[in-house]
Nanobody, 127 residues
Framework: QVQLVESGGGLVQPGGSLRLSCAVSGFSLDYYHIGWFRQAPGKEREAVSCISRNGEGTYYADSVQGRFTISRDNAKNTVYLQMNSLNPEDTAVYYC????????????????????WGMGTQVTVSS
């Protein structure tokens, strides 16, 4: 059974940093594309950053470009999202998602392209 568990969220001051982790089990991360999404209250879930199965392709939303970095450690079955220079607009529940049905370098970046989802971790940026 495919499982994804997010961790690393919390309360941080504006300008601070957090590193989110997405630990996967029930499958080998080698075969899966992974995406980080977020959903703020009253807003639709949006893609933040995604990485292709082979790690060669990445996507960043314009709002996080230059501040967030996605990476994957297949040996640890974990994907990370390093978030720097956080601002209150980054406040949301962050979810990771997985899918295997695309070529190695393709980067799925819409919610409908992903098949398995974690439960999310809350990130709150506030002074």
């Amino acid at each position: 059974q495919v499982q994804l568990v997010e961790s690393g969220g919390g309360l941080v001051q504006p300008g601070g940093s957090l590193r989110l982790s997405c630990a996967v089990s029930g499958f080998s991360l080698d075969y899966y594309h992974i995406g980080w999404f977020r959903q703020a209250p009253g807003k639709e879930r949006e893609a933040v950053s995604c990485i292709s199965r082979n790690g060669e392709g990445t996507y960043y939303a314009d709002s996080v470009q230059g501040r967030f970095t996605i990476s994957r450690d297949n040996a640890k079955n974990t994907v990370y999202l390093q978030m720097n220079s956080l601002n209150p607009e980054d406040t949301a529940v962050y979810y990771c998602a997985a899918v295997a049905n695309y070529p190695g370098a393709y980067v799925p970046k819409t919610t409908s392209e992903y098949e398995s989802w974690g439960m999310g971790t809350q990130v709150t940026v506030s002074s």
